[in-house]
């Protein structure tokens, strides 16, 4: 059974830094493209991050370009994204899915989430 | 301000179908495939319909999409309880290099 379990979110003061954790299981990992996609309170759903099998190919969306870093370990079936420079408006329940294909915005398996907050 | 474009809501009653449309431009859903998430309130969202009108093990065929220039549309036939959700579309965006979501449509059943 495909599972994805985020961690590492939290309460964090504006200016301040997270890393957040995905650890995957129930397929080969080091096959897959994998996403971070983020949802504000009461709010749609937004794209962050891509990373490509071997981490070759790496896009951002604009709104956390410069300040955000995703980066994996296929040894370890671990999809990381480190958070820099937090704002208001990073507040949001982050989720990583898998890429059923490669830039096709298809994500056939998703975590539970993880919600990151930011405020003082 | 979402680059795909959905209604905010859409509602019909039990056995109804309904349609929830999704339209965007050229470099998205002109040029790539669609696909649709359903989120039930308090879950993460679930992939529903992808490359326009294929449907994941284990999705009702209540449930088809198609897609035609740079507009697509999801609908839900013999409408249920359990089918009220919010429903999202998706494209990747060959402009951007990202992945582009409509708004959401929240779908409620009379």
């Known amino acids: 059974e495909v599972q994805l379990v985020e961690s590492g979110g939290g309460l964090v003061q504006p200016g301040g830094s997270l890393r957040l954790s995905c650890a995957a299981s129930?397929?080969?990992?080091?096959?897959?493209?994998m996403n971070w996609v983020r949802q504000a309170p009461g709010k749609g759903l937004e794209w962050v991050s891509y990373?490509?099998?071997?981490?070759?190919?790496?896009y951002y969306a604009d709104s956390v370009k410069g300040r955000f870093t995703i980066s994996r370990d296929n040894a370890k079936n671990s999809l990381y994204l480190q958070m820099n420079s937090l704002r208001a408006e990073d507040t949001a329940v982050y989720y990583c899915?898998?890429?059923?294909?490669?830039?096709?915005?298809?994500?056939?398996?998703w975590g539970q989430g993880t919600l990151v907050t930011v405020s003082s | 301000q979402s680059v795909l474009t959905q209604p905010p809501s859409a509602s019909g009653t039990p056995g109804q179908r309904v349609t929830i449309s999704c339209s965007g431009s050229?470099?998205?859903?002109?040029?790539?495939?669609v696909n649709w998430y359903q989120q039930l309130p308090g879950t993460a969202p679930k992939l529903l319909i992808y490359?326009?009108?294929q449907r994941p093990s284990g999705v009702p065929d209540r449930f088809s999409g198609s897609k035609s220039g740079t507009s697509a549309s999801l609908a839900i036939s013999g409408l249920q309880s359990e089918d009220e959700a919010d429903y999202y579309c998706?494209?990747?965006?060959?402009?951007?290099?990202?992945?582009?979501f409509g708004g959401g449509t929240k779908l409620t059943v009379l």
């Open positions: 490359s326009n009108n």
């Open positions: 990373i490509s099998s071997s981490s070759s190919t790496i």
């Open positions: 129930g397929f080969t990992f080091s096959s897959y493209s």
């Open positions: 899915a898998r890429d059923l294909a490669s830039d096709t915005a298809c994500f056939d398996y």
């Open positions: 050229s470099s998205n859903i002109g040029s790539n495939t």
């Open positions: 998706a494209a990747w965006d060959d402009s951007w290099r990202n992945v582009v």
